[in-house]
């Protein structure tokens, strides 16, 4: 029992990539959407993470392959732990990036109606507006970030 909670610990701190984030450089904290009854959130955030690297790399055929594979886990967790801000921002992310950003608005929104405030959520549906030709939307979202003092904002003011 000390070896899986060790192994689990060591999962958290030592993974250098728990977030869906643009390069910023900023972590979230999944921690508390880690654990055993979590294992689709876990495969899910461990594809994004991968498609993430192979983006990075150019191997854009790898990375849909993975932000696909992202996007069943993530809504099997969907499902399993509904309501979380955080699943239904990655897996807005996830849906964004292999193209269909109808469903990843969809996502974005129903975590916005959650936590109104959410940062992640914010910068990137004000991205797939702009990717969407909805720059005054876009600039909604970049309100919402004024006051957060974060590299979301500043990202997303440089995008806009």
Same mark, same amino acid.
């Given at each position: 029992?000390?070896?899986?909670?060790?192994? /689990? /610990?060591?999962?958290?701190?030592?993974?250098?990539?728990?977030?869906?984030?643009?390069?910023?450089?900023?972590?979230?904290?999944?921690?508390? /959407?880690?654990?055993?009854?979590?294992?689709?959130?876990?495969?899910?955030?461990?594809?994004?993470? $991968?498609?993430?690297?192979?983006?990075?790399?150019?191997?854009?055929?790898?990375?849909?392959?993975?932000?696909?594979?992202?996007?069943?886990?993530?809504?099997?967790?969907?499902?399993?732990?509904?309501?979380?801000?955080?699943?239904?921002? =990655?897996?807005?992310?996830?849906?964004?990036?292999?193209?269909?950003?109808?469903?990843?608005?969809?996502?974005?929104?129903?975590?916005?109606?959650?936590?109104?405030?959410?940062?992640?959520?914010?910068?990137? /549906?004000?991205?797939?507006?702009?990717?969407?030709?909805?720059?005054? =939307?876009?600039?909604?979202?970049?309100?919402?970030?004024?006051?957060?003092?974060?590299?979301?904002?500043?990202?997303? $003011?440089?995008?806009?």
């Amino acid at each position: 029992m000390l070896k899986k909670y060790l192994l /689990l /610990l060591l999962f958290i701190f030592y993974n250098p990539a728990f977030s869906a984030g643009t390069g910023s450089g900023g972590k979230e904290d999944y921690s508390h /959407l880690i654990g055993k009854k979590q294992a689709n959130f876990k495969t899910g955030l461990i594809a994004i993470n $991968k498609a993430k690297k192979y983006t990075k790399k150019g191997k854009i055929k790898k990375a849909e392959e993975k932000f696909n594979k992202a996007v069943k886990f993530l809504t099997l967790a969907n499902d399993e732990n509904p309501l979380q801000p955080d699943i239904l921002n =990655l897996l807005g992310f996830a849906l964004r990036n292999v193209g269909d950003y109808p469903m990843a608005e969809i996502y974005y929104l129903q975590g916005l109606e959650i936590e109104p405030s959410h940062v992640g959520i914010n910068e990137y /549906l004000g991205e797939l507006y702009i990717k969407t030709n909805r720059i005054s =939307l876009a600039e909604e979202r970049l309100k919402v970030l004024e006051t957060c003092k974060c590299q979301e904002f500043k990202d997303l $003011k440089t995008l806009i």
